[in-house]
């Protein structure tokens, strides 16, 4: 690996290295998680255990002791960044969809819910692009199709329903958003018969 350098805000007057090895790679790689998430926190350990003062610049390397073959750790911690990305984007998507399946329930009773749902599934779709799964993109288009209804545009809803189903029916691996679609219209059905909730303004 490439030496890391670390320098405190005052003037750098000398440079002291640090080389750390290690025999395996799960020490390794927790090191530079650590690296990742806290440099600063791991920088100022290193300095206070090696008694190095801030006015000096630190150089550290990380070496492994006999080396898997063709190890290649820039691109294992891009990996685990990417993992990282996908979770995060993951956990933020469902949340999304708890709090936006909430403000769609209401949105039967006030469309200022409806509104809400709609700018949460907004965001949901911009995840969802994000994210690179097909099938949770066409749920959030369904979802906003649900919201429309909500506020009256009922044409533009079965619209969006129709374009998603037909989506649906050409790739596979759709058959939960087939069945969502069938959910959907029976919703925008009762909608129709029904009517939209009224503002409370």
Known sequence: M????????????STQAVVFEFNNLEDLYGVLNLLELRRE???SEIRAFHNIPDN???????????PPHNLD??????LKHLFRYMLDLEKLMWNLSTLG???SAMGDFNTDYAKTAAKITAHQISLA???????ILARCYLYTALAEAQLGHLTQAVSIVRAVRHWSKQNPNTDIVQRCCEGVYQ?????HIFG???SNK
Request: hydrophobic fraction near 35%; avoid cysteine; aromatic fraction near 12%.
């Open 101 to 103: 399946g909430a403000y």
């Open 196 to 198: 939209i909730a009224g």
């Open 187 to 191: 919703k925008l059905r009762a909608i």
């Open 2 to 13: 490439t030496p890391l350098t670390h320098s405190k805000e005052t003037p750098s007057t």
């Open 56 to 66: 000096n610049e630190l150089l550290v390397d990380f070496q492994m002791k006999n």
């Open 73 to 78: 750790i820039a691109w294992e911690r891009r």
């Open 129 to 135: 692009k994000k994210y690179g799964d097909p099938v």
């Open 41 to 43: 926190y791991l920088f």
